[in-house]
């Protein structure tokens, strides 16, 4: 088993920031890679970010730029900066246990954590 439990999120102006935190417990050497994901109100689940145990990092294209996703293997810990926010990154967001197929392509893992709420103002 794997729990996570994400925090960081909040209420936030335009033009803000914010870091999302992910913390792992459990059997988490078997996780190689984390990932980021994000629902908006009526939408879908959306990949964000992910980052592999090495480091390698991939992003969407609607945040590249803007976010940043890192990990602290120690602390069994990932995190999402979130940068010069737009009303439209309004959703919960979730951390996610998963792994890289062999075209470098995140796969979603089973453990997801309970999501924190990220909403921007205009």
């Known amino acids: 088993q794997v729990q996570l439990v994400e925090s960081g999120g909040g209420l936030v102006q335009a033009g803000g920031s914010l870091r999302l935190s992910c913390a792992a417990s459990?059997?988490?050497?078997?996780?190689?890679?984390w990932g980021w994901f994000r629902q908006a109100p009526g939408r879908e689940r959306e990949f964000v970010a992910a980052?592999?145990?090495?480091?390698?990092?991939n992003y969407a294209g609607s945040v590249k730029g803007r976010f940043t996703i890192s990990r602290d293997n120690a602390k069994n810990t990932v995190y999402l900066q979130i940068d010069s926010l737009k009303p439209e990154d309004t959703a919960v967001y979730y951390c996610?246990?998963?792994?890289?197929?062999?075209?470098?392509?995140?796969?979603?893992?089973?453990?997801w954590g309970q999501g924190t709420q990220v909403t921007v103002s205009s």
């Open positions: 996610n246990a998963g792994r890289y197929d062999t075209i470098g392509s995140y796969i979603a893992g089973h453990y």
């Open positions: 459990g059997r988490t050497f078997n996780s190689d890679a």
């Open positions: 980052i592999r145990w090495s480091g390698g990092t």
